[in-house]
Each structure stands twice: as C-alpha cells, then as structure tokens.
C-alpha cells in the first residue's frame, strides 16, 4: 500500500476546538430577524379515527402568525424513506401519540404552545394495537388497512432437522430486547428561511441531506432544486435523524407565511414523536456438534415498528441476515416478521437490527460451551468465518474477514489473560465477578439491491488550499476529519490545506447517508476518484509552466515536480495564482457505486451485504447479590475496521459504543403501556452518565485491509455498540450463574432470576 502521511495518525479532529469552546452553532442556535417560532399539536390518543379539525380560536389568538393542517400541505401529506405512509399533518386517523395534526407559527415559542391548547380536535377513540404477536392476529384491530403485517423475511439452508437430530447439544430459548433510545443531546430542531425567488433553505440535525431535499419537495410539490438541506454540524445522531424529523413542517411554515421559521422539539415531545430502537422477541434454538462445532440455528424473530414503517422492513433483514452470528452455519430456518403497532414509531438505531440478535445468539453459544466444557472463545474462533467462507444466507465471504484476528487480540489483552485474578478480587463479600465475551460482525453499506452510491468533489482555491465537497453529514462520527485526512494523503498535501465542505445540497454532490458504516468507505473512494481527476487536470498546466513534458510531471508532497529535472519545482500555490490570474479555476469530481454480493435472495432488498466489519468486546463485571445491581468495571473492545483512517476518531468511536451498549444491557429501555409513553424524559429513561463508565476501556484495533476500500478502510460506527451487551450479560452468567434473557438487566431482574435459582 502506498506510504502515507495522514491516513493512520491521531489527527485532532478538525471541530474540536469549536465543539470544546462552546462556539460551534448547531441548528438550534441559529435564528433569523423577523423569525417566527413552530409548534406542532400531536395526538391525544394512540389510536383514534379524526372527525373534525377546528383550527378558529388558535387562529384568532394574538401572535398567531398561521395555523396550518392537512390542508395546506400542497404536495404528498406523507413521508418515509421505504414507503411515504407516515402523515405530515394527520387528516382522517392517527396511529401513535407522536402523530402530528396541525402546525403553528407564532412571534413567540409561548404563543405558539398557547395556541396548540386552543385547537379543537374531535376524535373517535380505536382499540389499541399494542402486542406485535396479537398484532399478526387475522383477528386484531387495523393500525393500517393493508393489515399489520408490513415485512416478512424467510430463509432456509441445509437441512435443519437432521442436524438437531446428530447435535451433541442444542439449546432453546426466547430472549426479549428493549425500545432503546437514541438519546441524543440535540433534539431534533431546526430553521428554514425563505428568498423572494421562493428558494428554500432548511438547516435541520439530519443524516442523508439530498433524502431529505426529496421528501420536502414532494410535500411541498416543488422542484428539489428550489430547496437546500444543510445537515452538518448535527448534534448526535446514531440512525435517529436519518428519517424526517422537522424538515417538511419548517417548510411549510415558510413557504406560506414568507417569514423564517424555527422549530425545536422539547425532550418530552422527542421521546413521545421521535425514532426507537425496535424492541424484538427471538426465538432461537441451536445444535452444535461434540467440539463445538455450529450445526445449525432455527431463529424466529418478530420485530415492532411501530405505528409507521420508516426503515423497520430492512432493519428485519439485516436481523435475519445476522442472526447467526458471524459464524459458519449451513443448516439455518430463519424467519422474521416486521409489526406494525400503535407503540410509537421504531427506525433506523446504530447497529440496525444486529443488536437485538447478537444478544440471542451470542447467549446461545454460551450455553453451548458451557454444556460442553469448553473455553467460550475457543468455541468461537472455532466457527470463526474466514475469507471464502458461505455465510448463513448462502453467500460466499469475498470481501476482507477480521473476526479472527479480533478473537486473538482479545485473546492477548491483558483482561482476558488476567481474568481469573480480575475476577477473585471483587469489593465486598456479597459481590461477585465475571468476565464475559461476545463478537459481532456488521454489513457495511445499503446491500443488495439498493442503490448505494456516492461522489465527492475537488476545488484548487485561490490560496493554495483545497476544498473538499463530501455531502455525508458529520453527525458526531468525526467523518469529515478522516475526510480531510484521505484527502491530503491523496492530493499530496497537509491535512491543514483541506478545507471540509459536508452535509449541504447547495455546496456539495450527493454522496448517499450517513448510515450503515458507509460514509468512510463511500467517501473516501469518491475522493480518490476525484484527486485522480483533479491531478490530472493539474498535470498540463504544471508541464505547460515548467516546459516539461505532461508525462514528466510527478505530485509529491505539497509539490509538484518534473521527474527528468527535480529542481523544477512548483507548489499548488503557484499553480492556484497561475489559473486565477487568467480567470481560470480547477474543479473535479468523483464518483462511485458499491459493490455487491453475487448472492441474489429473490424477494428481499438489502441482504446481504459483501463488506463487513468485524468485532470483539470483553466485559468485566461485578454483580450485586444483594440488589440484583451489576457495575462494568472493564472492558477491551477489538474492533476490526479494516485500515484505520484517524486510530483516535477509532477509539473514540469504541469508547463511546461502549457505554451506548451498556446502557442497552442493563437500563435503557423506553416503556411504553396501551401507546402510552411513561418514560417521557431522562429523569426516568436511565442513561450511563460518566459516573456508570467503566473505569477502563481498552481499545485494541485489529486491522484487516479490504482492498476495495480508500486505503484498506471498511467502517466502524455500528459495530462497536453490538456485541458488548451480549458479553456484560454473559459475564453477569460467569458471575452469578444466572442466564439473563431479557434486556435491560435491571437490578430487580437479575436480583428476581438470583432469587429463582436459590428457590430451585
């Protein structure tokens, strides 16, 4: 691979100083002269038929600027990044308590939420479709009147049967994961102001800006062009903002009072209106031969979307896609079910699906080597999938496979070497310790059979410096870092001449999402291309200036240099002053599409995946016996993200995946009963704050180059949260011998299954 500079340092990330000093402006600060403020009016049921709208006493209160319904949408009154069924003001019925009716504008935040008390909404109370198993029912009520069955996925392999029949061991059990939430610290907020010419622009914490321009445009029923999405910076976002959260609604008040907007969504409203991770309920049982060998796996999976689809059919595939964990297994009956209900609304949540079944099958191997007396990573680099490997769909591994050098790492820290002393020296008599493990593997990109693609582009500035355009929002992730990092390494110059231009429809191509682990590897390759482009628009006028031959120019670092002659040399700054004093300018683009599995699953979209990441995490835990109440004291994550483009972006990555998979494992989980939502703020959604940090977190990067990657990079921002939850849950079993199969791990559940082995 060719030397580089930049790619593989601990570069400080390029916002930090801002973020640090508090001077970084995030959607929610911004406001305009003459702004006026949006409030929406949500539902007063879970389920409810509409009657009648009376909007007269709110449009009537002083400061009301406009009151808007069904009405005034001029374009499709729906979104949804798969199927546009999720209403941008409700007109007949509502599905969930988020549900939006009717928008005000007002000259105040306070005037505006006065007025919301003062619209009149008639309903027709509905039954409450609140159990996804009911929900199947031919029997139970409608959430929508195509039924609520929104996907199915089913997939078979091998002959299941047979193998539970020659198993030495199989192990059977259901597991239940929680509707975790995203949580995070910017709520989903924005502006939007409009120009005479009816241009609009909307700034709004968003994951996919030309997704967005789409679906406000078809609401609007407006030509794209007319409207720009400025995403980054966003204030956190882990799969939460990839949907329209206030996009449509800012533009809506815009386009009919003339007037900047601002909408910002208090964290009551967030948590009753905004994304979940889907709670699922998992069947799973498991063969494994004599030395430990996976035989097959049986999985049945049902998932609760929620009152609307947004991304809950491909988060069931992917579920289903890594259902058995990333181990070979050739004999598997997999099936899943997407629900629809009136709990809320579930979506895209980093990890995708993954989350949930890891927990389930990286238990079920626990219980498997437990049975048969062997060591719980032996048993996994034992199914370990390698390069050329058939994964559980039928398709062949092609792509770079690091689970295995994930597994040795972890092998050689220092927490699994030491483990047995770790766990002798727990605080106090009535405490118990112990050390649990878990992998993961995670498919990177949309998959099969969904356009995935990108493009980025290149700009000589006038001073010598580089404007790079990558349209993937930085969420938080440190994207636009490794951006300028890959950048400069490709163009040969220093990181600090690499102006970052990202997340803007107005200023930058479309480069796709910022999901999905994608963003490193799409952006990343569009660059190359770009740089490819641009050094060769720079070769001739270089050759013209030194009266060399084209072919005799070289780029080194910073500089450019005649081959035959070295001391010709010029720097970008002289060629920058060369073209602009002759009203010239250099410009590039690159483009690029994924590529994908030969694998074809006739009837699914999304599965599988070609390119994966791969991860190991080590948890040391000490359980309670008191109270049921279990303290992470360590962990070593090893994650796999092919080449590391900035090892501290990596780290920091892991570090804080870490702590959002504890939270998974032992707190979160937002409650809700009948479509009600109780856990409506943080004072009762029970978040790891620093307090809860394990005192450790080690992060071991174990590098497994993928050659189609910019530099050998694949991604990393999903995997880190996914298998640590399974490996604090198996250390809870290592500690107190008690198989936790309900997430979070409460106190009283841990406290409850330590009281029901004492009594059998």
């Not at 159990?131 to 029997?139: F, G, I, N, W």
């Not at 496979?401 to 002798?424: C, D, I, Y």
């Not at 580089?466 to 040969?492: H, K, L, W």
């Not at 835990?621 to 049921?628: D, K, P, R, S």
Request: net charge negative; proline share 5%; glycine share 10%.
């Amino acid at each position: 691979m060719t030397k580089t500079e930049w790619v593989g340092a601990d570069v400080i990330r390029i916002d930090a100083k801002d973020k640090v000093r508090g001077v970084l402006k995030y959607m929610s600060d911004l406001s305009f002269p003459n702004m006026i403020y949006g409030a929406v009016l949500r539902s007063k049921h879970p389920h409810a038929l509409i009657k009648k709208i009376n909007t007269k006493r709110a449009k009537e209160l002083d400061g009301v600027v406009t009151v808007l319904t069904h009405e005034d949408v001029p374009g499709l009154n729906g979104f949804g990044i798969a199927i546009p069924d999720q209403p941008v003001l409700c007109s007949d019925k509502v599905r969930y308590m988020g549900d939006a009716i009717a928008l005000v504008g007002a000259e105040s935040k306070e005037i505006a939420e006065r007025a919301l008390e003062l619209i009149e909404v008639e309903y027709q109370p509905l039954p409450v479709v609140c159990d996804p198993e009911q929900a199947m029912l031919s029997s139970s009520p409608k959430v929508h009147e195509t039924g609520n069955l929104h996907n199915h996925v089913k997939i078979e392999r091998g002959n299941v049967e047979a193998a539970f029949k020659e198993a030495q061991v199989v192990v059977e059990n259901t597991y239940f994961t929680p509707r975790q939430m995203h949580a995070f610290l910017e709520p989903e907020s924005g502006v939007a102001a409009i120009d005479e010419d009816k241009n609009i622009t909307i700034w709004c914490g968003g994951q996919h800006p030309y997704r967005d321009q789409l679906q406000v445009a078809r609401a609007l029923g407006m030509n794209p062009r007319k409207i720009r999405i400025v995403n980054t910076p966003t204030g956190g976002a882990f799969g939460g903002k990839d949907e329209i959260t206030v996009q449509i609604h800012l533009a809506l008040l815009v386009l009919h009072t003339g007037r900047p907007a601002k909408i910002v969504l208090s964290r009551e409203e967030s948590v009753i209106a905004g994304m979940k991770r889907h709670p699922m309920r998992i069947h799973m049982k498991t063969a494994a031969a004599a030395d430990g060998t996976i035989l097959a796996n049986e999985a049945r999976v049902v998932s609760d979307t929620g009152a609307y689809a947004s991304l809950g059919g491909p988060v069931i595939g992917f579920a289903i896609e890594h259902s058995c964990g990333a181990y070979r297994v050739e004999n598997v009956k997999l099936e899943g079910f997407c629900v629809y209900t009136n709990n809320g609304v579930a979506g895209a949540f980093r990890g995708f699906g993954a989350n949930q079944v890891t927990f389930a099958v990286e238990t079920q191997l626990d219980m498997i080597a437990e049975k048969l007396g062997m060591d719980k990573l032996e048993i996994r680099k034992r199914n370990a999938l390698r390069s050329g490997d058939i994964a559980a769909l039928g398709h062949q591994m092609e792509a770079s496979v690091g689970l295995l050098r994930t597994l040795e790492a972890a092998e050689n820290s220092r927490l699994w070497q030491l483990k047995e002393e770790f766990k002798a020296k727990p605080s106090a008599p009535h405490k118990k310790r112990g050390i649990g493990i878990a992998c993961s593997f995670q498919g990177c990109g949309l998959g099969k059979g969904l356009p995935d693609y990108g493009a980025a582009s290149v700009e000589l500035l006038p001073n010598g410096q580089f404007a790079i355009g990558v349209s993937c929002p930085e969420i938080g992730q440190g994207n636009t870092t490794a951006f300028a990092q890959m950048a400069a390494d490709y163009i040969r110059c220093s990181v600090d001449d690499i102006v970052v231009l990202s997340g803007d429809t107005g200023h930058t191509l479309d480069s796709g999402t910022s999901t999905a682990s994608r963003s490193i590897y799409t952006g990343g390759n569009a660059l190359k291309h770009a740089v490819q482009n641009l050094h060769n628009a720079i070769s001739p006028i270089a050759a013209e200036i030194l009266c060399v031959p084209e072919d005799d120019i070289s780029f080194g670092h910073g500089k450019i240099v005649s081959k035959s002659c070295p001391d010709k040399i010029l720097s970008f700054k002289d060629i920058a002053e060369y073209i602009t004093a002759r009203g010239l300018s250099i410009k590039s683009e690159g483009h690029f599409i994924w590529p994908v599995s030969e694998t074809e699953l006739e009837g699914y979209v999304g599965i599988p995946h070609l390119l994966y990441s791969y991860i190991t995490q080590i948890a040391l835990v000490e359980v309670n016996t008191l109270t049921g109440e279990t303290e992470v004291i360590e962990a070593v994550s090893v994650p796999d993200p092919g080449k590391a483009i900035n090892p501290q972006g990596v780290e920091g990555q892991s570090e804080g995946g870490v702590v959002m998979g504890m939270g998974y494992a032992l707190t979160e989980d937002t409650i809700i009963k009948e479509g009600m939502t109780l856990t409506r703020n943080f004072s009762t959604y029970i978040l790891p704050t620093s307090l809860d940090m394990p005192c450790k977190i080690e992060t071991i990067i174990a590098e497994e180059l993928e050659p189609s990657g910019p530099f050998g990079a694949k991604g990393i921002g999903e995997a880190v949260c996914v298998p640590i939850s399974p490996a604090i849950t198996n250390a809870i079993h290592d500690a107190v011998k008690v198989w936790i199969k309900q997430i979070p791990a409460t106190p009283e559940r841990v406290y409850t299954a330590l009281k029901s082995r004492e009594v059998s």
